[in-house]
């Protein structure tokens, strides 16, 4: 198994952005296809986006048009451009394989203010 550091979270207002970035241990990184989850106080964690290693990528409807995943395999590198964020958005974000998950990292929290 890899592991997966989680970066770039913070505060911020309703209508704000923030990029967060996941950095993966290993040689395999390329050919896995990886997703961002979250998971919000007292509620399941969930796949919010997802990019296969050829770059076709889905979203979960709630961020839909306001997220942007991406991947940067010569750097090991998954990112999550976010956009008109909301106080709905709140929560800690994971990186992961996006089907049969590996041991979850640390997660970075976002918090949007209202």
């Known amino acids: 198994q890899g592991q997966f550091v989680e970066s770039g979270g913070g505060l911020v207002q309703s209508g704000g952005s923030l990029r967060l970035s996941c950095v993966a241990s290993?040689?395999?990184?390329?050919?896995?296809?990886m997703g961002w989850f979250r998971q919000a106080p007292g509620k399941q964690r969930e796949l919010v986006a997802g990019?296969?290693?050829?770059?076709?990528?889905d979203y979960a409807d709630s961020v839909k048009g306001r997220f942007t995943i991406s991947r940067d395999n010569a750097k090991n590198t998954m990112y999550l451009q976010m956009n008109s964020l909301k106080p709905e958005d709140t929560a800690v974000y994971y990186c992961?394989?996006?089907?049969?998950?590996?041991?979850w990292g640390q997660g970075t929290q976002v918090t949007v203010s209202s």
């Open positions: 992961n394989r996006k089907r049969r998950t590996w041991a």
């Open positions: 290993g040689s395999i990184f390329g050919a896995l296809a």
């Open positions: 990019i296969i290693p050829g770059g076709i990528t």
